[in-house]
């Protein structure tokens, strides 16, 4: 589920998405933002804000690294969504070979390093304002396009106002359960079919019993089609009319 995945620390605010759009702005941090704290934070280069509980980590000189003519990699969370802002990228000549399948470089004993397939940024401060485009494909990273990179950027927010809007997460997949076993009551069955699904379609509900669920999941559907095409009337006002 969205709740449970780990995305840039600058997308978990309107006030951070609203900095990374405008500015170029990336929080290095491994605390569970719920709002910016400034006060836990040092700016280390212009853009890049640093938790103090990670200061000695990341340098002026790391973030200005060039990575021109060479390549960089950074660890993968299988829940992490964007370049990871809480371990360091890496940097290595472009005669590094990457090997297997999954273009990994093994150079920590828990951690593993995947190719990160950047294009205009220069230095690694630029992949940090960056890490919200990019995307992990199995493979590697691979930058999404802007049309993309953007929906990404405001999952966090869109699922904290789905949250609100339409209650748990839990409460909701309840809910597709019964639809479900309404419409699979409705479709043709050999006899062996029905006989091993009874147990089920015993407790198949009505139309009218799951009316408030049609109602509550088509509000739903309208509101997330409604961001996918104006995410940033979103982002400016949430859509609060």
Known sequence: MIENFIFTPISKTTEGVKLALQ????LITNRELFSIDWNNFNEIVPGIFV???LINDFTPE???TSIVGKKAAAPHNALYIGLP???KIKVYEPDVEFYGKDNTLYRESNLVYHKIDFDTETTIGELYKNAWKYSYTKTWYSKLSEKKSLQQLLK?????KIFRLYG???DRLADYGRIILFLLSKVSLTDDERDKLSVLLDNAPSIDDISDVIDRESGLQSFVNKVKEDPLTFLNNGFVD
């Open 168 to 170: 748990y997460p839990s």
């Open 62 to 64: 790391y973030f200005n």
């Open 156 to 160: 966090p927010l869109l699922a904290k």
């Open 23 to 26: 500015n170029g702005t990336a």
């Open 85 to 87: 802002c809480n371990n």
């Open 51 to 53: 938790d103090k509980d």
